[in-house]
């Protein structure tokens, strides 16, 4: 079993009969789906909320039942991964631009498990370039005031044109090196017009569980 798996499937033991489940978005979040989908099998009874599209299309095809977000008041725990995870428990996220539906599931969940392999610590955030979700309108202006924050930033593209999110919207990847305070760059970043969300997650989670290549699990 390789690491991201060892991570989520650990992750699933943590769900019980009747919660809501929010299902993260990525390579991770993948086996997270597919492990709730094998307990659902041997007789677990869930419902659940999804990050992106294709997480629900995953979700929906393995038979987990996805509720609309006005059935629900609270979700009892999202399970995500995560692009880097610093010392402080604070996130990279976005590497797949599912960064805003993630947040919105991550502030409105109980418990927010980040399942992550071994290669995604690291002391301080940054060295991955930080998505930064923007609205198509004038983006070229909303990137200019990105970079005078002191970033690189790089307009995510597929197939030669704009990646677009789920939401319709374009993502900056900003390479800002070393993030001295997460928390006062993500205030920056929101105070721009422009910036519908970005991918730092200041302090929303208590658990890490991190899966290695020599098979051990671990809880951070
Ligand atoms: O937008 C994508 C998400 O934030 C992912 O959870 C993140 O990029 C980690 O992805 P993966 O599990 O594929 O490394």
Redesign the pocket.
């Known amino acids: 079993m390789n690491a ?1 798996q060892l991570a989520a499937e650990e992750a699933v033991t943590h769900i019980e009969d009747g919660m809501i489940v929010g299902l ?6 993948y086996f997270a789906i597919l492990g709730l989908a094998a307990r659902m099998k041997e007789g677990l009874r869930i419902q659940a909320v999804a990050s992106s599209q294709g997480s629900e299309d995953l979700a929906r095809q393995l038979g987990i039942p996805i509720l609309p977000f006005s059935d629900i008041e609270a979700i009892d725990v999202t399970i ?4 880097e995870v610093d010392e402080n428990f604070n996130l990279i ?7 805003l539906r ?1 947040k919105i599931l991550a502030a409105n969940s109980r418990k927010f498990i980040v399942i992550v392999d071994d290669s995604k610590l690291v002391r301080r955030l940054g060295a991955f370039s930080l ?1 930064v979700e923007i609205i198509p309108f004038a983006y070229e202006l909303t990137m200019r005031n990105l970079a005078a924050l002191d970033c690189k930033p790089t307009l995510r593209s597929s197939e030669g044109k704009p990646f677009v999110t789920d939401n319709g919207n374009y993502i900056a990847d900003c390479a800002f090196g070393v993030i001295e305070s997460p928390a006062e760059l993500s205030n920056r970043l929101k105070s721009i017009p422009g910036v519908v969300e970005h ?1 730092l997650f200041v302090k929303m989670t208590e658990t890490v569980i991190v899966g290695s290549g020599e098979g051990t699990i671990a809880y951070l």
């Open positions: 991201k993260g978005t990525g390579s991770t979040s995500d991964g995560a692009d996220k976005g590497g797949g631009g599912a960064l993630e998505p991918g």
